[in-house]
């Protein structure tokens, strides 16, 4: 039916090769590191495990502010698929009661809180939701599944083209009460994404992770300066965006840093004699053959 794709049944991850052994592409001069995750929980679930009074208290003492969103571009191959920019993309956000005044049915919706990962959900009328939660899709009223947060319509952050909103509407009710093994997604994203757009690439094992690596995450560390990493699927690369999401632009930058610092220190170990610098070939090659599992 259209766009819509079954539950697929996957190769066991164990398997499956998960990085390209054969280092560098020679059309692309600068830094990358290519990253996968294995049987990753799901990010949300982690952080369920703070006590409730304690979140809203974090909230309080740090309000929400949108110039520590990391922006970010997502590629497939050369195809630019997902595109987050502070000039371009309307990051404001608005209070639940506020929120829903402004939603129509099929909308996607994104809640954001300093210090937590964002919660997608599908708003599907009369001020309800379905959304992925505690590892369980639940239809939930809109101001309840925010749990204080305020939130955003994120429609156009990922480019595919999107079904028609009676069937997202049908997609994500037909989940309502899917839980534990029967889900197919990883996270809340994953899961309103697919519900919108309808491809496979959103679901666990929607794509065999083998080979060279085709999509790119781009992430902007400065005006004139971006970082790199290279993911088997969608679902991984999504994992570490909303890695990425939750820690702030501040410590993303960091992270970057230290991974380039890391790899000019293991080329000069190699070689007393050599003198790299950020953004040279052999600085790249180096930073391109970093894994992290």
């Not at 830094?31 to 996968?36: E, K, M, Q, T, Y």
């Not at 990753?40 to 969103?69: F, I, V, W």
């Not at 994104?110 to 009369?126: I, K, L, N, R």
């Not at 990493?229 to 990425?244: C, G, H, M, T, Y």
Request: glycine share 6%; aromatic share 8%; proline share 5%.
């Amino acid at each position: 039916m259209g766009n819509q794709v079954e539950k697929l049944t996957h190769l066991s991850y164990a398997e499956v090769p998960t990085a390209d052994p054969q280092g560098a592409d020679p059309g692309d001069d600068g830094p990358r590191i290519g990253v996968s995750y294995i049987f990753s929980n799901d990010d949300e679930e982690l952080e369920e495990s703070a006590d409730g009074a304690d979140r809203e208290r974090a909230q309080e003492e740090k309000p929400y502010d949108t110039c520590d969103e990391v922006e970010c571009a997502i590629y497939n191959r050369e195809d630019c698929i997902y595109e987050k920019s502070l000039k371009h993309t309307s990051t404001g956000t608005y209070s639940p009661e506020n929120l829903s005044n402004r939603c129509r049915p099929g909308d996607l919706v994104e809640f954001v809180a300093s210090g937590q990962y964002p919660h997608w959900v599908v708003y599907v009328g009369d001020f309800q939701v379905v959304h992925l939660h505690k590892a369980e899709v639940k239809n939930s009223f809109l101001t309840d599944a925010s749990q204080g947060r305020r939130g955003r319509i994120v429609n156009d952050l990922y480019r595919f083209r999107p079904l028609s909103p009676e069937m997202v509407v049908q997609n994500a009710m037909e989940q309502v009460g899917a839980k534990d093994t029967e889900l197919s997604w990883r996270n809340s994203e994953c899961f309103a994404a697919w519900c919108r757009f309808g491809r496979r690439e959103f679901k666990i094992g929607g794509e065999i992770r083998i080979g060279k690596q085709p999509y790119r995450l781009k992430i902007r560390l400065s005006e004139k300066k971006t970082q790199a990493l290279e993911f088997q699927s969608l679902e991984d690369l999504i994992v570490e965006k909303r890695r990425n999401d939750q820690i702030g632009r501040a410590a993303v930058i960091q992270e970057q840093e230290n991974h380039l610092n890391c790899a000019e220190e293991l080329h000069r170990d190699h070689d007393p004699n050599l003198v790299s610098s950020p953004g040279s070939p052999v600085l790249a090659l180096g930073v391109h053959n970093f894994f992290t599992v």
